[in-house]
């Protein structure tokens, strides 16, 4: 158990609509990164909080958005899901911004669009 | 920009046999190299990862992994694999100290290892 909570484990929804998706961090750790997996695009960053703040954006969507909130859990928003964002979405933190510091992986939230 | 090429993306091997997973990444400054495990239906755990020092790292269930900054490589190893070590392998990269990236990782496609009895 890497001590990061993702929910929920499974989603199934159809085009055109929006979830959300949680993601609890390590207690302590500021920083929350999310990453997609997909089979044809593999594992991409999408995109970096740390302590409430944005700080680094991968390949994002403009359909996807993110935020942290103050008590440093965070939510991926995906609207007007397509196809293709059926993925395994994970979560993970680390105390800080470095790349030094180990990322501790969530369980992941598979998305599937029907 | 980094980039990382894992060279294999299937490796079936033998139990007690000895396996290599291939490794190459790309990148304009200086890095740190992880590897990270994924067994079925679980999120990514770290193995190993070279920060600076020692060029050969190594996890606690045996596995190694040598830094070779001319061959731009992370090759990872094991002498002797086991059942269990049937997973998804993924090689990371991170920008080095200094950078700007906040740490995010960018990986490699994975490689399945497949133990067989």
């Known amino acids: 158990d890497s001590g990061v909570t993702q929910t929920p484990k499974h989603l199934i929804t159809a085009t055109g609509q929006r979830v959300t998706l949680r993601c609890s961090p390590r207690?302590?750790?500021?920083?929350v990164y999310w990453y997609q997996q997909s089979l044809d695009q593999g594992l991409q960053f999408l995109i970096q909080?740390?302590?409430?703040?944005?700080?680094a954006k991968g390949n994002i969507l403009e359909r996807f958005s993110a935020q942290q909130f103050p008590d440093l859990h965070s939510e991926l928003n995906l609207s007007s899901l397509e196809l293709g964002d059926s993925a395994l979405y994970f979560c993970?933190?680390?105390?800080?911004?470095?790349?030094?510091?180990?990322?501790?992986f969530g369980p992941g939230t598979r998305l599937t669009v029907l | 920009a980094q980039s990382v090429t894992q060279l294999d993306s299937q490796v079936p091997v033998f139990e007690e046999a000895p396996v290599e997973l291939r490794c190459n990444y790309s990148?304009?400054?200086?890095?740190?190299l992880f590897w990270y495990v994924q067994y079925p239906n679980q999120g990514l755990q770290l193995l190993l990862k070279?920060?600076?020092?020692?060029?050969l790292v190594e996890s606690i269930n045996g596995f190694e992994a040598e830094f070779n900054k001319s061959q731009t490589s992370f090759h990872l190893r094991k002498p002797s694999v086991h059942i269990s070590d049937t997973a998804e392998y993924f090689c990371?990269?991170?920008?080095?100290?200094?950078?700007?990236?906040?740490?995010?990782?960018?990986f490699g496609q994975g490689t399945i290892l497949t133990v067989h009895p």
């Open positions: 070279y920060l600076s020092g020692s060029t």
């Open positions: 909080y740390y302590n409430g703040e944005e700080r």
């Open positions: 990148s304009s400054v200086s890095v740190y």
């Open positions: 990371a990269v991170s920008e080095g100290a200094g950078g700007t990236s906040y740490g995010k990782l960018t």
């Open positions: 993970a933190s680390s105390v800080g911004t470095s790349g030094v510091r180990e990322q501790f």
């Open positions: 207690s302590g750790d500021l920083s």
